[in-house]
């Protein structure tokens, strides 16, 4: 299990699987280095990080399912540390963004769905709903992506939102984070917190 997280009111965390661009995405949100790229799984543990101001963070928790040379077990005892952490900190949690390929996610989830399987970024995307934390699907590498909105709309229907992906901006983010292409995925999250501000003034008021 994880070792405790630092004492704030508002925390936004980073998932998804293994080599999808997190280290990447995590150095244009906070303009850190980050281990990117060379051994996959690499983070084990979440890294906190004060984002917009100090009473917020983001947290780049580890990169889940396969990961070359990672043995079974240990890549689902991360995975049940990822969803145990978002489960123990989901009151605080505002938004969960979880990090996918835009050029192979549609793939993916489609090679593993069946009967006994739900594919992890489909798994993922219901479990933050279920824990009451706000998902934004932030589909990094567009710039490998030639039919986009086609893309965009198929990965929709596999999460069970109605295409066309553009009614989902709030959502659905598709970015490019290498290229320092985030715009998107700012507007959802930030959106997010707007709305989880005014619950917090619906309490008061
Ligand atoms: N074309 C393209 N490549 C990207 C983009 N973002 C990341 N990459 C590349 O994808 C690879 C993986 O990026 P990382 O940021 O290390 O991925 P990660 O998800 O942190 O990987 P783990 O450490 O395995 O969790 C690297 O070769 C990156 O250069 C992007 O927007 N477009």
Request: charged share 30%; net charge negative.
């Amino acid at each position: 299990m994880f070792d405790s997280r630092p004492d704030r009111d508002a925390e936004v965390v980073l998932v998804g699987r293994s080599n999808v661009g997190k280290s990447t995405l995590m150095r244009e949100l906070t303009g850190h280095t980050f281990d990117t790229g060379q051994r996959p799984g690499v983070t084990r543990e979440p890294n906190h990080y004060d984002w917009a101001g100090p009473d917020f963070v983001l947290t780049d928790l580890p990169g889940f399912g396969f990961m070359k040379g990672v043995p079974e077990d240990v890549r689902e005892e991360i995975k049940t540390d990822v969803v145990r952490y978002v489960e123990a900190n989901a009151e605080k949690i505002l938004v969960g963004i979880l990090v996918v390929d835009g050029k192979s996610v549609v793939d993916i989830i489609d090679r593993h769905s069946g009967p006994d399987e739900i594919p992890h970024d489909v798994e993922m995307f219901h479990f933050l709903r279920e824990v009451g934390v706000e998902p934004v699907v932030a589909v990094n590498k567009m710039d490998k992506v030639d039919d986009g909105d086609e893309r965009l709309d198929d990965l929709c229907d596999r999460l069970g939102l109605h295409p066309p992906w553009q009614q989902w901006q709030e959502t659905i983010a598709p970015i490019s984070a290498k290229r320092g292409n985030i715009d998107a995925l700012n507007e959802a999250v930030r959106h997010h917190l707007h709305e989880a501000q005014r619950d917090d003034l619906f309490q008061f008021f």
